[in-house]
């Protein structure tokens, strides 16, 4: 508990401690808690970390930024980014943030994001000087628990965790590795003795054109709205209510760390006039549980945890051979472009899908084939956006959407899916409610507002139904989900907001004799204060509640203040939390976005009765080696002493550029 007790002196100390725009370790945790609740671990977001980082130290010239750099940023829409490009090409240089109040759509609080990530320079860097860079990170991380290392004994290997990347980048090139062996997973032993667990290199170059490019090893592709093909992060229902276009992005080197959401092999992007083509095969081998009945393999799911440490999960690793073959291609003209898309799954095994009547509509097989149709463009000042899809079985989809500016203080976006039951594609992540694009019909409308100064307000409103049974169902169900946030800074140094959220839907319910819906309520109620004390010191405060009904009630109250410190000047920061959370059970779980080591980051969900504390130490050593450490502990309370219990975890990390 003597970390505990050094969370709570900070915090005291810096109460007696007189500010400065936004860090970039706000502005990140403010985006990537608006969605992080939805994501299992850091390996889908890892990419919006490496760009935000790669550009608060490296700021991108607002001048020369092409549409793909802009994108890079995380922080603009599709609205924003066509109305800069235009602003550009209209009155030429831009020399200071106060001039981009003059492109539309561009409001203060999206210019206070910018300011730590965007230079005005105008000139390109000399032809003769190539810059390139190494990054080298080695991380790794151990739970400790006062139950014990129970479930230890049932694998291979000892409960670290190892990770390790090295990426260089040049002038057109990049490449690199990324190698990662998981908790309980054996290190040059056993059925590791090659060492990491998973390893996966990547590489990309420019290829005579400035806009073509080869990607060789992983790598990513997102096209459309994700009806068709979309890996990897994706923004969906979060407090930025309007940001509701995806920005398709191509094709993208892979670096990250989930071991099967992904492609291996190779691809192209090829440019002509207003025409771009993007061609990929892929040959990759995924995790799976598979049969053998009459010398034919068969596949009921995929192994997803990327684990690999007792004998099932081992047996599983590698098992299923995929193959993936595709390409798009878009064709943009003034402020429009549409774009085909179409991908050819294939196994070397038949999956075939168990009995229950949820899976009765979804293909089956060794192969799977899938086409788009998408679209986007501005017709006067409304953007509309879209993507309708076809597949096996001649499943369609569906989805469309605009955005606008009804008053020259608000910004309205709204969203339509009619996705029917025979719909489906191994790589689809649109814009919905369901985690697997299928089966849905819903309406969504957002909007945000700026009533007076200093004050917005966003709102969002999602209407939904699926007209057959889903895992959590047992019949037909439908749904809505509603959530609206005023925020006030009456100056830079402070900040509130107020955040109100309820989903309402209908879940399974099981009782010795009957199955069916009931109806589900789920409400949190959000109050959030930051405030920079001085430029060295800045805290935040946060208190939420959260109600459930179901069959039963439940209820649950999360309560914490963050301590940041960073001296003017010095080569090191640190930052904590403590935190106390009671909650009746884990239906009415609160969760909460930590600071973490670089390219990293923690959402847990916190239920039951406890307190959760941890601190960060950032050091670095000249310029070219910095270290992290994260200690963390939760103590979970119980009614008796007996069954209280204390998790534990140490991470590290050293990053060396050269």
């Known amino acids: ?69 802009l994108l890079r940023l995380h922080l603009l829409s599709e609205v924003q980014i066509n109305n800069l490009i235009a602003y550009r090409a209209k009155t030429g240089t831009i020399y200071s943030l106060y001039e981009l109040a003059a492109v539309d759509e561009f409001t203060p609080d999206v210019m206070q ?123 969906g229902k979060s407090a930025e209510t ?74 599983g690793e590698n098992s299923l051979e995929q193959f993936v073959g ?71 989809a569906l989805l469309a959407g605009a955005m606008m500016k009804p008053a020259s203080n608000a910004e309205l976006s709204l969203v339509y899916r009619n996705i029917n039951k025979t719909y489906f594609s191994f790589f689809s992540n649109a814009f919905t409610e369901s985690s697997r694009t299928n089966d849905e019909h819903g309406l969504y409308l957002g909007l945000k507002v ?36 005023v925020s006030y800074s009456p100056s830079l140094r402070t900040s509130f907001y107020l955040r109100f959220f309820q989903e309402e839907k209908e879940q399974r319910l099981i009782t010795e004799s009957l199955r069916y819906n009931e109806q589900q309520l789920i409400n949190r109620l959000r109050l959030n204060y930051n405030h920079d004390l001085t430029q060295q010191v800045s805290l935040k405060s946060r208190i939420e509640f959260s109600f459930y009904s179901k069959q039963s009630n439940e209820k649950g109250i999360l309560i914490y203040q963050d301590v940041a410190f960073k001296p003017l000047q010095k080569s090191f920061s640190m930052n904590g939390r403590f935190a106390f959370y009671s909650t009746d059970g884990y239906n009415s779980r609160l969760y909460a976005y930590e600071n973490d080591l670089l390219y990293s980051f923690s959402v847990p969900a916190l239920y039951g009765k406890g307190i959760r504390a941890y601190f960060n130490l950032q050091q670095k050593f000249g310029n070219q080696f910095t270290l992290w450490l994260k200690f963390a502990t939760t103590h979970q309370f119980a009614s008796t002493s007996v069954d209280s219990s204390t998790k534990s975890e140490v991470k590290f990390q050293v990053r060396y550029q050269f």
């Open 113 to 235: 994001k910018l300011e730590s990530f965007i230079s005005f320079d105008i000139l390109e860097p000399q032809s003769g000087k190539k810059r390139s860079s190494t990054d080298l990170f080695v991380r790794s991380n151990r739970t400790f628990s006062s139950t014990g290392q129970a479930d230890q004994a049932k694998y291979e290997g000892s409960p670290e965790r190892y990770y390790a990347r090295l990426k260089h980048v040049s002038h057109g090139m990049e490449y690199g590795v990324v190698a990662e062996k998981d908790p309980g997973e054996a290190f040059f032993r056993r059925s590791n003795k090659q060492g990491f667990d998973y390893t996966n290199a990547f590489a990309n170059f420019r290829l005579g054109h400035k806009d073509s490019r080869i990607y060789v090893g992983g790598y990513h592709v997102r096209f459309g709205q994700g009806l068709v093909a979309w890996q990897g992060f994706s923004m």
């Open 1 to 69: 508990m003597k970390q505990i007790f050094l969370l709570i002196l900070i915090s005291g100390l810096a109460v007696f401690s007189n500010a400065q725009n936004p860090k970039v370790t706000q502005i990140t945790e403010d985006l990537l808690e608006s969605v992080g609740e939805n994501m299992s671990d850091d390996s889908d977001i890892q990419e919006i970390l490496d760009d935000l980082e790669g550009f608060s130290q490296n700021p991108l010239k607002i001048n020369l930024a092409s549409r793909d750099d």
């Open 242 to 315: 309007t940001q509701v276009s995806r920005s398709d992005q191509g094709i993208k080197s892979y670096s990250s760390t989930d071991e099967n959401q992904f492609f291996r092999g190779v691809a192209g992007r090829f440019s002509y006039r207003n025409f771009t083509f993007y061609s990929f095969l892929s040959r990759h081998r995924l995790d799976a549980s598979l049969d053998t009945l009459d010398v034919q393999r068969y596949f009921g799911a995929f192994q997803t945890s990327g684990y690999h440490r007792t004998g099932s999960e081992i047996a």
């Open 450 to 485: 700026f009533p007076v100064s200093r004050w917005i307000l966003w709102v969002y409103a999602d209407f939904f139904q699926h007209q057959w049974l889903k895992y959590t169902t047992s019949a037909p169900s439908s749904g809505t989900e509603f959530l609206a946030q």
């Open 326 to 396: 595709g390409g798009h291609a878009t064709y943009s003209h003034n402020q429009w472009s549409f774009g085909l898309t179409s991908v050819y799954t294939r196994f070397d095994a038949i999956m075939d899908r168990s009995d229950e009547p949820y899976n009765q509509f979804l293909p089956a097989g060794k192969d799977n084939l899938v086409a788009g149709f998408d679209w986007k463009g501005s017709v006067k000042k409304i953007f509309f956006f879209g993507e309708a899809a076809i597949g096996k079985n001649s499943g369609k």
